[in-house]
Protein backbone atom coordinates (compact mmCIF):
# COMPACT_ATOMS: atom_id res chain seq x y z
CA UNK A 1 0.00 0.00 0.00
CA UNK A 2 1.24 3.57 -1.26
CA UNK A 3 1.57 6.28 1.46
CA UNK A 4 -1.01 8.26 -0.62
CA UNK A 5 -3.57 5.29 -0.65
CA UNK A 6 -3.28 4.92 3.08
CA UNK A 7 -4.02 8.83 3.26
CA UNK A 8 -6.99 8.23 1.19
CA UNK A 9 -8.50 5.36 3.51
CA UNK A 10 -7.38 7.15 6.32
CA UNK A 11 -9.77 10.16 4.88
CA UNK A 12 -12.18 8.26 3.66
CA UNK A 13 -13.07 6.72 7.07
CA UNK A 14 -12.60 9.66 8.85
CA UNK A 15 -15.49 11.06 7.12
CA UNK A 16 -13.50 12.89 3.98
CA UNK A 17 -15.79 13.06 0.52
CA UNK A 18 -13.10 13.77 -1.73
CA UNK A 19 -10.84 10.60 -0.45
CA UNK A 20 -13.88 8.33 -0.93
CA UNK A 21 -14.50 9.78 -4.34
CA UNK A 22 -10.73 9.58 -4.84
CA UNK A 23 -10.82 5.72 -4.12
CA UNK A 24 -13.77 5.05 -6.09
CA UNK A 25 -12.12 6.20 -9.13
CA UNK A 26 -9.17 3.68 -8.59
CA UNK A 27 -11.78 0.90 -8.20
CA UNK A 28 -13.20 2.28 -11.66
CA UNK A 29 -10.05 2.15 -13.15
CA UNK A 30 -9.06 -1.08 -11.56
CA UNK A 31 -6.64 -0.16 -9.76
CA UNK A 32 -3.88 -2.75 -8.81
CA UNK A 33 -3.88 -1.72 -5.41
CA UNK A 34 -7.81 -2.50 -5.05
CA UNK A 35 -7.49 -6.11 -3.61
CA UNK A 36 -5.57 -4.90 -0.60
CA UNK A 37 -7.75 -2.08 -0.09
CA UNK A 38 -10.70 -4.41 -0.12
CA UNK A 39 -8.75 -6.68 2.30
CA UNK A 40 -7.75 -3.61 4.65
CA UNK A 41 -11.72 -3.17 4.71
CA UNK A 42 -13.12 -6.06 5.17
CA UNK A 43 -14.09 -6.03 8.65
CA UNK A 44 -15.85 -2.48 8.09
CA UNK A 45 -18.35 -4.39 5.35
CA UNK A 46 -21.74 -6.08 6.30
CA UNK A 47 -23.47 -2.88 8.42
CA UNK A 48 -24.70 -0.84 4.87
CA UNK A 49 -27.92 -1.85 3.44
CA UNK A 50 -27.77 -1.93 -0.39
CA UNK A 51 -31.06 -1.12 -2.29
CA UNK A 52 -31.10 -1.28 -6.21
CA UNK A 53 -33.46 0.80 -8.19
CA UNK A 54 -34.08 0.15 -11.43
CA UNK A 55 -36.82 -0.05 -14.31
CA UNK A 56 -37.68 1.42 -17.92
CA UNK A 57 -36.03 4.88 -18.61
CA UNK A 58 -37.51 7.99 -17.40
CA UNK A 59 -39.84 5.85 -15.34
CA UNK A 60 -39.44 8.54 -12.42
CA UNK A 61 -36.41 6.80 -10.44
CA UNK A 62 -33.66 9.49 -9.87
CA UNK A 63 -37.07 11.88 -8.57
CA UNK A 64 -37.93 9.09 -6.31
CA UNK A 65 -34.57 8.42 -5.25
CA UNK A 66 -34.80 12.48 -4.17
CA UNK A 67 -37.45 11.64 -2.27
CA UNK A 68 -36.89 8.39 -0.72
CA UNK A 69 -33.33 10.10 0.69
CA UNK A 70 -35.57 13.11 2.17
CA UNK A 71 -37.25 10.33 4.26
CA UNK A 72 -33.86 8.38 5.01
CA UNK A 73 -32.39 11.66 6.09
CA UNK A 74 -35.62 12.39 8.30
CA UNK A 75 -34.85 9.29 10.34
CA UNK A 76 -31.58 10.43 10.61
CA UNK A 77 -29.79 7.72 8.50
CA UNK A 78 -26.61 8.50 5.85
CA UNK A 79 -26.77 7.52 2.61
CA UNK A 80 -24.70 6.62 -0.66
CA UNK A 81 -26.24 6.87 -3.98
CA UNK A 82 -24.68 5.09 -6.62
CA UNK A 83 -26.26 6.35 -10.18
CA UNK A 84 -25.04 4.16 -12.87
CA UNK A 85 -24.95 5.33 -16.22
CA UNK A 86 -25.87 3.28 -19.35
CA UNK A 87 -24.66 5.48 -21.61
CA UNK A 88 -21.10 6.57 -22.95
CA UNK A 89 -19.14 8.67 -20.18
CA UNK A 90 -18.63 11.40 -22.82
CA UNK A 91 -22.72 11.95 -23.26
CA UNK A 92 -23.09 12.24 -19.66
CA UNK A 93 -26.90 13.41 -20.62
CA UNK A 94 -28.36 10.84 -18.45
CA UNK A 95 -26.31 12.10 -15.46
CA UNK A 96 -26.38 15.39 -15.80
CA UNK A 97 -30.54 14.78 -15.51
CA UNK A 98 -29.85 13.16 -12.09
CA UNK A 99 -27.71 15.55 -11.00
CA UNK A 100 -30.61 18.15 -11.51
CA UNK A 101 -32.50 16.07 -9.55
CA UNK A 102 -31.03 15.50 -6.99
CA UNK A 103 -29.28 18.47 -6.29
CA UNK A 104 -31.18 19.59 -2.84
CA UNK A 105 -29.06 16.63 -1.42
CA UNK A 106 -24.84 17.36 -2.95
CA UNK A 107 -24.63 19.65 0.09
CA UNK A 108 -26.20 17.35 2.47
CA UNK A 109 -22.77 15.84 4.80
CA UNK A 110 -24.48 12.76 5.09
CA UNK A 111 -25.03 11.93 1.24
CA UNK A 112 -22.50 10.92 -0.91
CA UNK A 113 -23.44 10.74 -4.89
CA UNK A 114 -21.83 9.46 -7.47
CA UNK A 115 -22.20 8.67 -10.84
CA UNK A 116 -20.24 5.85 -12.53
CA UNK A 117 -20.40 4.64 -16.42
CA UNK A 118 -21.22 0.79 -17.03
CA UNK A 119 -18.68 -0.22 -19.13
CA UNK A 120 -19.37 -3.88 -17.78
CA UNK A 121 -18.56 -7.10 -19.50
CA UNK A 122 -22.20 -7.84 -21.65
CA UNK A 123 -23.51 -4.96 -20.63
CA UNK A 124 -23.81 -5.90 -16.50
CA UNK A 125 -22.42 -3.92 -13.79
CA UNK A 126 -19.16 -3.56 -14.03
CA UNK A 127 -17.15 -4.45 -11.38
CA UNK A 128 -16.29 -0.77 -10.04
CA UNK A 129 -20.05 -0.64 -9.13
CA UNK A 130 -19.51 -3.93 -6.79
CA UNK A 131 -16.14 -2.29 -5.44
CA UNK A 132 -18.11 1.74 -4.57
CA UNK A 133 -21.00 -0.09 -2.51
CA UNK A 134 -18.24 -1.80 -0.57
CA UNK A 135 -15.85 1.06 -0.25
CA UNK A 136 -19.54 3.10 0.80
CA UNK A 137 -20.10 0.48 3.62
CA UNK A 138 -16.70 1.01 4.99
CA UNK A 139 -16.95 4.20 5.07
CA UNK A 140 -20.37 3.84 7.19
CA UNK A 141 -22.96 4.69 5.03
CA UNK A 142 -25.90 3.06 6.50
CA UNK A 143 -28.30 3.04 3.02
CA UNK A 144 -26.49 2.95 -0.16
CA UNK A 145 -28.89 3.18 -3.70
CA UNK A 146 -28.04 2.07 -6.66
CA UNK A 147 -29.90 3.47 -9.96
CA UNK A 148 -30.20 1.72 -12.96
CA UNK A 149 -32.20 2.04 -16.03
CA UNK A 150 -33.60 -1.34 -16.68
CA UNK A 151 -32.49 -1.60 -20.00
CA UNK A 152 -30.31 -5.42 -21.37
CA UNK A 153 -28.33 -6.84 -18.87
CA UNK A 154 -27.58 -4.22 -16.08
CA UNK A 155 -31.23 -4.85 -14.13
CA UNK A 156 -30.31 -8.34 -13.89
CA UNK A 157 -27.16 -7.63 -12.32
CA UNK A 158 -28.14 -5.44 -9.92
CA UNK A 159 -29.78 -8.70 -8.17
CA UNK A 160 -26.04 -10.24 -7.31
CA UNK A 161 -24.93 -6.64 -5.24
CA UNK A 162 -28.24 -5.45 -4.00
CA UNK A 163 -29.85 -6.84 -0.54
CA UNK A 164 -33.45 -5.61 -2.26
CA UNK A 165 -34.31 -4.78 -5.54
CA UNK A 166 -37.00 -1.73 -6.33
CA UNK A 167 -38.58 -2.05 -9.64
CA UNK A 168 -40.31 1.30 -10.84
CA UNK A 169 -42.87 0.72 -13.57
CA UNK A 170 -45.16 3.42 -15.17
CA UNK A 171 -48.90 2.84 -15.79
CA UNK A 172 -48.03 2.22 -19.57
CA UNK A 173 -45.93 -0.67 -18.77
CA UNK A 174 -49.04 -2.96 -18.43
CA UNK A 175 -48.42 -3.84 -22.37
CA UNK A 176 -44.97 -4.77 -21.43
CA UNK A 177 -46.32 -6.84 -19.13
CA UNK A 178 -45.75 -10.72 -20.47
CA UNK A 179 -42.35 -10.07 -21.48
CA UNK A 180 -41.73 -8.49 -18.09
CA UNK A 181 -42.86 -11.64 -16.03
CA UNK A 182 -40.03 -13.57 -17.52
CA UNK A 183 -37.01 -11.27 -16.85
CA UNK A 184 -37.03 -8.32 -14.67
CA UNK A 185 -39.97 -8.86 -12.47
CA UNK A 186 -39.05 -11.94 -11.45
CA UNK A 187 -36.10 -10.19 -9.55
CA UNK A 188 -37.98 -7.71 -8.21
CA UNK A 189 -38.69 -7.51 -4.21
CA UNK A 190 -40.73 -4.56 -4.42
CA UNK A 191 -42.08 -2.91 -7.14
CA UNK A 192 -43.46 0.69 -7.33
CA UNK A 193 -45.96 1.22 -9.70
CA UNK A 194 -45.07 5.33 -10.44
CA UNK A 195 -46.70 8.30 -12.25
CA UNK A 196 -49.74 6.26 -10.32
CA UNK A 197 -51.25 10.26 -11.37
CA UNK A 198 -51.90 8.89 -14.93
CA UNK A 199 -54.69 6.27 -16.04
CA UNK A 200 -54.16 2.88 -15.78
CA UNK A 201 -51.66 2.57 -12.53
CA UNK A 202 -54.49 0.76 -10.16
CA UNK A 203 -55.08 -1.46 -13.00
CA UNK A 204 -51.32 -2.37 -13.67
CA UNK A 205 -51.17 -3.00 -9.88
CA UNK A 206 -53.49 -5.51 -9.54
CA UNK A 207 -52.23 -7.10 -12.85
CA UNK A 208 -48.72 -7.21 -11.14
CA UNK A 209 -50.20 -8.53 -7.77
CA UNK A 210 -52.01 -11.22 -9.71
CA UNK A 211 -48.94 -12.19 -11.54
CA UNK A 212 -47.05 -14.90 -9.83
CA UNK A 213 -45.00 -16.25 -12.11
CA UNK A 214 -44.88 -20.37 -11.66
CA UNK A 215 -41.55 -21.41 -10.86
CA UNK A 216 -40.65 -18.06 -8.89
CA UNK A 217 -38.09 -18.81 -6.37
CA UNK A 218 -38.12 -15.26 -4.44
CA UNK A 219 -41.14 -14.25 -1.89
CA UNK A 220 -44.22 -12.75 -4.23
CA UNK A 221 -42.86 -9.15 -4.58
CA UNK A 222 -44.52 -6.26 -2.64
CA UNK A 223 -46.45 -3.88 -4.67
CA UNK A 224 -46.71 -0.27 -4.18
CA UNK A 225 -48.32 2.63 -5.87
CA UNK A 226 -46.28 6.15 -6.02
CA UNK A 227 -46.67 9.69 -7.33
CA UNK A 228 -42.58 10.55 -6.95
CA UNK A 229 -43.34 14.20 -8.28
CA UNK A 230 -45.65 14.50 -5.88
CA UNK A 231 -44.27 12.77 -3.22
CA UNK A 232 -46.68 10.27 -2.64
CA UNK A 233 -46.22 6.74 -1.63
CA UNK A 234 -42.39 7.26 -0.63
CA UNK A 235 -42.91 6.81 3.21
CA UNK A 236 -44.72 3.28 2.34
CA UNK A 237 -41.65 2.56 0.20
CA UNK A 238 -39.31 3.55 3.19
CA UNK A 239 -41.42 0.96 5.45
CA UNK A 240 -41.43 -2.20 3.01
CA UNK A 241 -37.27 -1.02 3.05
CA UNK A 242 -37.49 -0.92 6.51
CA UNK A 243 -39.06 -3.63 7.19
CA UNK A 244 -36.51 -5.57 4.78
CA UNK A 245 -33.91 -3.84 6.47
CA UNK A 246 -34.85 -5.09 9.25
CA UNK A 247 -35.41 -8.25 9.12
CA UNK A 248 -32.41 -9.63 7.61
N1 LIG B 1 -46.58 12.52 -14.03
C1 LIG B 1 -45.55 12.13 -13.28
N2 LIG B 1 -44.29 12.39 -13.71
C2 LIG B 1 -43.26 11.99 -12.92
C3 LIG B 1 -43.46 11.32 -11.70
N3 LIG B 1 -42.26 11.03 -11.16
C4 LIG B 1 -41.34 11.50 -12.02
N4 LIG B 1 -41.92 12.10 -13.10
C5 LIG B 1 -41.30 12.76 -14.25
O1 LIG B 1 -40.74 11.80 -15.12
C6 LIG B 1 -39.60 12.34 -15.78
C7 LIG B 1 -38.40 11.40 -15.63
O2 LIG B 1 -38.02 11.40 -14.27
P1 LIG B 1 -36.61 10.86 -13.78
O3 LIG B 1 -36.66 10.87 -12.30
O4 LIG B 1 -35.49 11.56 -14.44
O5 LIG B 1 -36.69 9.37 -14.34
P2 LIG B 1 -35.51 8.28 -14.40
O6 LIG B 1 -36.20 6.96 -14.33
O7 LIG B 1 -34.48 8.55 -13.39
O8 LIG B 1 -34.93 8.53 -15.86
P3 LIG B 1 -33.53 7.95 -16.47
O9 LIG B 1 -32.50 7.99 -15.39
O10 LIG B 1 -33.24 8.88 -17.60
O11 LIG B 1 -33.87 6.56 -16.91
C8 LIG B 1 -39.36 13.70 -15.18
O12 LIG B 1 -39.91 14.67 -16.03
C9 LIG B 1 -40.12 13.65 -13.87
O13 LIG B 1 -40.57 14.91 -13.43
C10 LIG B 1 -44.82 11.08 -11.26
O14 LIG B 1 -45.10 10.51 -10.20
N5 LIG B 1 -45.80 11.50 -12.10
MG1 LIG C 1 -32.41 8.74 -13.55
Do not use: W
Amino acid sequence: MTPEIARLVGGMLAGDKPSLARLISLAEDDSPHFPEILEMLRPRLGKSYCVGITGPPGAGKSTLIDRLVAVIRSRGLSVGIILVDPSSPVSGGAVLGDRVRMQRHYLDEGVFIRSMATRGSQGGLSGGVQAAVSLLAASGRDIIIIETVGVGQTELGISGIADVVVLLLVPESGDDIQAMKAGIVEIADIIVVNKADREGAERLAEQLKAAVAPGRTKAVPQVITAQAINDIGIEALYRAIEKRRKGR
